[in-house]
């Protein structure tokens, strides 16, 4: 997927831009702005499209409702109950939705308490950075990497609710529980792909809404003041660069990872895409590419998407214990931003930036839904006390594998 976005998809927009005899300022936006920025998280649809299916498949069998029985008694440890579970594990997706389904919760404090931990759950979004992190710097366990991550959310977000049910959201014993079970039903093919396509598709908008004007925003703010060349000296870089410092002790201190977690605030997939201008964008190629048809071009395209397709199932597959189908997998497969990553980071430092983007803030859409659910002043307990928990874990697993020798 990255060679179809980076091959011949930016090749025919740099050749109709040619032909249109676009400046070349309107090219470098297009090509090094919107390519680069949106293109960094579309190479990631396929594999979000089957961890769609997986997630709709549950959904439409009843299952997930039964999950909540299950899952009372476990859940109880966290001040809530198993009508909880449902809310979170729907932020595995997305937070968004997942915020505004906790209204299914009748009493105030199991609303806001799920609605804080929520964001906690390693949506869709987050999972590009953890492919690309995992690919360049541990390929061989980049399947248990990921699930790692995963299950540290889980296990975080029960300790974060155990803390808030002893502190500012303290338990009220008459809470009770009910729940009214549906009946199992043996979901259709076509209505999986349905519910699937509807939830890519609403990825995929957000890809060409949301990134795309901060994909626009940025480059601008990597360009200015007008014919600037080192991307470190723009007014991005001298922004990162200036809130650098705080990272210092988590082992991520350059401007670069910086600008993506600012970015990221926005968004959680404009991560991926930031890191993608800043690395990517403005790379020159050494080697020139040999002219192409197209129908070439449409069949590498084809063939890339069901290659991307088919490699995102045996990953997701490989999370299984016991099965490892990426086992023989070569280190030359990394993207041009995972060769990029690693000489900016050392492993350890990207585990810490793992883990950073696994906790902080959430995005603004999630923090909207938070106030608008719950008000302001749980809105602001989010944002901070995440952002707070995530700079703490990050620095104690820098500072913690130096201490061990691992760095």
């Avoid at 209204?103 to 804080?116: F, K, S, V, W």
């Avoid at 600037?228 to 991005?236: A, T």
Wanted: hydrophobic share 50%; aromatic share 12%; proline share 5%.
């Amino acid at each position: 997927m990255d060679g179809v976005i980076g091959g011949p998809v930016s090749r025919w927009i740099e050749e109709l831009l040619t032909l249109l005899m676009a400046p070349d300022w309107l090219q470098s936006l297009v090509l090094d702005g919107v390519v680069a920025g949106v293109g960094g998280v579309l190479v990631f649809v396929p594999g979000l499209f089957v961890l769609y299916f997986f997630l709709t498949l549950l959904e439409d069998s009843g299952y997930l409702a039964r999950v909540a029985f299950v899952m009372d008694k476990l859940m109880s440890f966290t001040g809530l109950h198993g009508k909880s579970f449902i809310p979170l594990i729907l932020g595995f997706g997305c937070a968004v939705p997942a915020i505004y389904a906790t209204r299914t919760l009748e009493n105030e404090r199991d609303r806001i308490a799920t609605g804080l931990l929520v964001p906690l759950m390693s949506c869709s979004a987050r999972l590009p950075v953890y492919v690309v992190f995992g690919m360049a710097f541990f390929p061989q366990q980049a399947g248990l990497l990921i699930t790692v991550l995963y299950v540290a959310g889980i296990v975080l977000a029960a300790a974060v609710g155990w803390g808030f049910s002893k502190t500012i959201l303290k338990n009220s014993p008459d809470n009770m529980f009910a729940l009214e079970l549906p009946p199992y039903r043996l979901p259709t093919l076509k209505g999986l792909f349905i519910h699937t396509w509807e939830k890519s598709k609403e990825f995929v908008y957000k890809a060409g809404t949301v990134i795309l004007s901060v994909s626009i925003v940025l480059w601008f703010l990597m360009n200015l003041p007008w014919g600037v060349e080192n991307p470190r000296d723009s007014l991005f870089g001298q922004v990162s660069a200036a809130a650098a410092p705080i990272f210092a002790p988590a082992g991520f201190d350059n401007w670069e990872a910086t600008g993506s977690l600012v970015t990221g605030f926005i968004a959680k997939e404009v991560v991926v895409s930031t890191m993608a201008q800043i690395y990517v964008g403005e790379a020159e190629t050494a080697e020139e590419t040999p002219p192409t048809t197209f129908g070439e071009d449409i069949g590498d395209i084809i063939v890339g998407f069901g290659t991307a397709t088919l490699d995102a199932g045996k990953t997701l597959l490989s999370l299984i214990p016991g099965v490892n189908l990426v086992e023989a997998e070569s280190e030359d497969a990394d993207t041009a931003l995972g060769t990029a990553l690693m000489t900016s980071f050392t492993p350890l430092a990207a585990l810490a930036f793992l883990v950073f983007v696994l906790v902080y803030t959430p995005c603004v859409a999630t923090l909207g839904a938070i106030k608008a659910e719950f008000g302001w002043k749980w809105m602001w307990v989010s944002g901070l006390y995440q952002f707070g928990l995530a700079w703490l874990l990050a620095v104690l697993l820098y500072q913690g594998g130096h201490f061990l020798g691992w760095g």
